[in-house]
């Protein structure tokens, strides 16, 4: 069965500097994986997506993803940290042929001055 | 485009009444879905349909929960009758007729407690 697994619950980075917020999943075909932030009171806007082709993705507001197949991962980053990034950011695994995109449990990011 | 749009966006309500959400999709979106998400469980999918028909509503949790689509524009999530263990955000999103591998475009959600 299809499944996300984002390890940290919360992270805090000091503005400006480097993130990684990690995910990994379990899914038996390719898959189809996406980044997802949501600010307080907000539905979740699509930061990236990946389905195929070149394994680093360039989303919306900075970010970027890697897929690595070996790894079952799909990490999100960003060079620099603004303190609007502060939000909850989830990982999601998604497939053809059948529609239920499963999210992770999601990753809190605080950022400090 | 206003993009999905729910109501209301807080509801509040007494334990054993009734509660009925409402969503909007974005016009030309042959996918809805309705989410749910609280501290303890995330982001779950509750049911979802496809041009108005559900497909898989494997993700209600019981018998009082209910969802209908009566046309392309407009759908809702019955709760009946309601208990505080209901109470958490729900969103409604809906997508292109890509399968999953297309985006989800999600509404602010409606805050639901239940007293």
Same mark, same amino acid.
């Given at each position: 069965?299809?499944?996300? !697994?984002?390890?940290?619950?919360?992270?805090?980075? &000091?503005? #400006?500097?480097? =993130?990684? %917020?990690?995910?990994? /999943?379990?899914? +038996?075909? !390719?898959?189809?994986?996406?980044?997802?932030?949501? &600010?307080? #009171?907000?539905? =979740?806007? %699509?930061?990236?997506? /990946?389905?195929? +082709?070149? !394994?680093?993705?360039?989303?919306?507001?900075?970010?970027?993803?890697?897929?690595?197949?070996?790894?079952?991962?799909?990490?999100?980053?960003?060079?620099?940290?603004?303190?609007?990034?502060?939000?909850?950011?989830?990982?999601?695994?998604?497939?053809?042929?059948?529609?239920?995109?499963?999210?992770?449990?999601?990753?809190?990011?605080?950022?400090?001055? | 485009?206003?993009?999905?749009?729910?109501?209301?966006?807080?509801?509040?309500?007494?334990?054993?009444?009734?509660?009925?959400?409402?969503?909007?999709?974005?016009?030309?979106?042959?996918?809805?879905?309705?989410?749910?998400?609280?501290?303890?469980?995330?982001?779950?999918?509750?049911?979802?349909?496809?041009?108005?028909?559900?497909?898989?509503?494997?993700?209600?949790?019981?018998?009082?929960?209910?969802?209908?689509?009566?046309?392309?524009?407009?759908?809702?999530?019955?709760?009946?009758?309601?208990?505080?263990?209901?109470?958490?955000?729900?969103?409604?999103?809906?997508?292109?007729?890509?399968?999953?591998?297309?985006?989800?475009?999600?509404?602010?959600?409606?805050?639901?407690?239940?007293?």
């Amino acid at each position: 069965a299809q499944s996300v !697994t984002q390890p940290d619950i919360h992270i805090t980075v &000091s503005e #400006g500097a480097s =993130l990684e %917020l990690r995910c990994n /999943y379990s899914y +038996g075909a !390719t898959p189809y994986l996406f980044w997802y932030v949501q &600010s307080p #009171g907000q539905g =979740l806007q %699509l930061l990236l997506k /990946y389905f195929s +082709g070149d !394994t680093l993705v360039q989303g919306i507001k900075g970010f970027e993803a890697e897929f690595k197949r070996s790894q079952s991962s799909f990490n999100l980053r960003k060079p620099s940290v603004h303190w609007s990034d502060a939000a909850e950011y989830f990982c999601a695994v998604g497939g053809a042929g059948g529609f239920k995109t499963i999210f992770g449990a999601g990753t809190r990011l605080f950022v400090k001055a | 485009d206003a993009g999905v749009i729910q109501s209301p966006r807080h509801e509040v309500t007494e334990m054993g009444q009734e509660v009925t959400l409402r969503c909007k999709p974005i016009s030309g979106h042959d996918y809805l879905f309705w989410y749910r998400q609280t501290m303890m469980r995330g982001l779950e999918l509750l049911i979802y349909f496809n041009n108005n028909v559900p497909i898989d509503d494997s993700g209600m949790p019981e018998d009082r929960f209910s969802a209908k689509m009566p046309n392309a524009s407009f759908s809702t999530l019955k709760i009946q009758p309601s208990e505080p263990r209901d109470s958490a955000v729900y969103f409604c999103a809906s997508s292109l007729d890509r399968g999953g591998n297309e985006k989800l475009f999600f509404g602010s959600g409606t805050q639901l407690s239940v007293l």
